[in-house]
């Protein structure tokens, strides 16, 4: 017991830590969204990075991960011990997840400790279905051209049953000229070139398959084409592609390989 009367000082309280977090990788974010593509080589991964203030040189940041449909509870996938200089720590994480998948950071005092002493925020990446293709491009031919192309879908395994009975949107352009090597079409409008979708077929629990066939007239010019597809996004279904619309089933987009459609 202390003797005397009087207040007495009370300890001071330091401040908590705070974890920023967010994420980026090889494709510019859509709407806001990151992500990555499925089965897309260094496509797939992605980059969970932040600051934390407040942080102590020894502690460490754990790193945890909850895939769709977000119903178990987050799991452990990484740890980094931190080297903070003043009272700042960066960390950085690659992940490469197979559906959308929601990450959070948490600091620990060190790599034995049970309870965290602070939590980022929520960091969603969303993962894309993608596909590769082959055949014919035809830039010169007599009065018609035909186009035949296999396209290969890659998707996660999970999601295949929905994938696979999706609509397939068919994107076509033509640039003609008089004079060799024409312009890229600036625009891609759906259906054009006579464009046709084959059935899926299943090839593997991450593989589909189809065939596409385009017919456009060229009479006597050089012709310049380019073509797109897309299926229409179901995150909130199967955890693939990005929340809400993302062009696909549009009448036209712009003829760009970073447009992206869903």
């Known amino acids: ?85 003043g009272k700042t720590a960066q960390y950085s994480f690659r992940v490469t997840p197979s559906v959308a998948t929601r990450y959070t950071v948490k600091l620990f005092q060190n790599s034995t400790a049970h309870r965290p002493s602070a939590t980022s925020p929520v960091q969603t990446v969303y993962v894309s279905a993608t596909y590769t293709s082959s055949g014919k491009n035809a830039t010169t031919c007599n009065v018609v051209c035909h186009d035949t192309y296999t396209i290969k879908w890659f998707v996660p395994a999970s999601a295949l049953s929905i994938e696979i009975a999706k609509k397939t949107y068919v994107y076509f352009g033509v640039t003609l000229t008089k004079q060799p090597k024409p312009p890229d079409p600036k625009t891609l409008s759906l259906g054009a070139g006579s464009s046709r979708a084959g059935p899926n077929s299943f090839i593997s629990d991450t593989e589909f398959d189809q065939i596409i066939n385009f017919s456009y007239r060229i009479n006597d010019d050089y012709a310049q084409t380019d073509w797109q597809v897309c299926f229409k996004d179901t995150e909130t279904t199967d955890g693939v592609g990005l929340p809400g619309h993302h062009g696909c089933g549009d009448q036209s987009t712009p003829d760009l390989e970073s447009e992206y459609l869903g």
């Open 1 to 85: 017991m202390l003797a005397g009367g009087g207040s007495h000082p009370k300890s001071a309280v330091l401040p908590a830590a705070t974890i920023g977090i967010a994420a980026d990788s090889s494709y510019q974010p859509v709407g806001g969204y990151t992500y990555v593509g499925f089965m897309a080589g260094q496509d797939s991964t992605a980059r969970i990075h932040g600051t934390i203030t407040r942080a102590v040189s020894g502690e460490v940041a754990q790193l945890y991960a909850q895939p769709f449909p977000f119903k178990a509870s987050p799991a452990q996938v990484d740890a980094v011990i931190l080297h903070a200089t």
